[in-house]
């Protein structure tokens, strides 16, 4: 007896035992009733008996017929189960945001959700790109956003993108840092500053490679490795000790014990991507990069003015 049976061989199985009725069964299933005979006889040669009694006149199973249907069923059953589990849009998709507050990945969460009310769209907070692809590469995660170009080389493998929009980047500062009174910071008044940008944090080289660009030639140091300070408290603490301007982004939410404000001169823009496993087939897939688009669009997210600054995709 064959280990493997075709589930198709079980359903003509079914269809007939349940119609009795060759003609009938062949016309529910949308096949040819050769065709369905053809399985059945294959199906009682896999298994080494007879289930069904022909006559001219009626259709009816054998004892092991009668035996194998709901065991049958219950395979069948199962796998319908199992493809409804993987079918499109069915499962919850785990969206990575990133750090809870940003506006970009959260208004494009919150749009795809208007866009597909029907797909369960859960986010996540993984704190970087890297760390996130790491997790979307193992199956534990569905989407990301974050400097997709910024990953090495051997990251961004099975994973695909789509340009959401460059971001304004911003510092934070303590209240009382020298630079805290003004409305907007010019680069070049960050000379001589040591700037956090995230060092050290393996969920993050992506973003520390960004600032290594962007401070390169400007006297602007990166902040040694040090823990990340994880909650509004532990950020106010930190601030309040170290008193180390920290980059971000425009929209990025108040902390306490900082300012923040826009850098300038020139305007540092930081490539936001949408990043999803490859083959990847959901629903929720396709509200989040409608949503990016239609935002990106209203917003010109996708605008990049003369005096602006982006990076160069990392070579690494």
């Known amino acids: 007896m064959s280990r493997d049976i075709e589930p198709r061989l079980l359903r003509a199985f079914v269809a007939a035992a349940e119609e009795l009725h060759f ?21 009682e040669g896999e298994l080494g008996t007879g289930l069904f009694v022909r006559t001219t006149r009626q259709v ?29 849009g069915a499962r919850p998709l785990l969206v990575d945001l990133n750090s809870e507050g940003l506006l970009t990945s959260g208004r494009v969460l919150a749009r795809a959700r208007e866009l597909a009310p029907d797909c369960e769209l859960m986010a ?23 400097y997709f170009d910024g990953l090495a080389r051997g990251m961004r493998a099975g994973l695909r993108c789509q340009l959401v929009r460059y971001e304004p980047m911003a510092v934070l500062l303590p209240y009382d840092h020298p630079l805290a009174d003004r409305a907007e910071v010019p680069l070049a008044a960050l000379a001589g500053e040591r700037v956090y940008a995230g060092a050290g944090n393996p969920r993050t080289p992506e ?12 006297s602007v140091a990166l902040r040694e490795p040090a823990p990340m300070a994880v909650g509004r408290e532990e950020f106010r603490r930190i601030m309040a000790k ?33 990043v999803w496993r490859e083959r990847l087939k959901h ?17 010109g997210w996708l605008e990049v003015l003369p005096a602006s600054w982006v990076p160069r995709p990392s070579q690494h």
């Open 23 to 43: 003609t009938r069964a062949a016309a529910r299933l949308y096949v040819a009733q050769q065709a369905l005979s053809r399985d059945i006889r294959r199906l």
């Open 60 to 88: 009816a199973l054998t004892g092991d017929g009668e035996r194998l249907l709901p065991y049958a069923r219950r395979v069948l059953a199962a796998q319908d189960d199992l493809l409804a589990a993987c079918a499109e």
């Open 124 to 146: 996540r907070f993984e704190s970087g790109l890297t760390g996130a692809a790491g997790e979307m590469r193992a199956g534990r995660l569905d989407v990301s956003f974050g």
């Open 207 to 218: 973003w520390t490679e960004l600032a290594r660009q962007l401070f390169a030639g400007r």
């Open 242 to 274: 170290h008193r180390t301007p920290v980059l971000t982004v425009v929209d990025a939410p108040e902390m306490p014990g900082a300012v923040l404000r826009p850098l300038v001169a020139p305007v540092p823009l930081s490539p936001v991507f949408l």
């Open 283 to 299: 629903a929720g897939v396709n509200a989040l990069r409608a949503a990016a688009a239609e935002l990106g669009s209203e917003g």
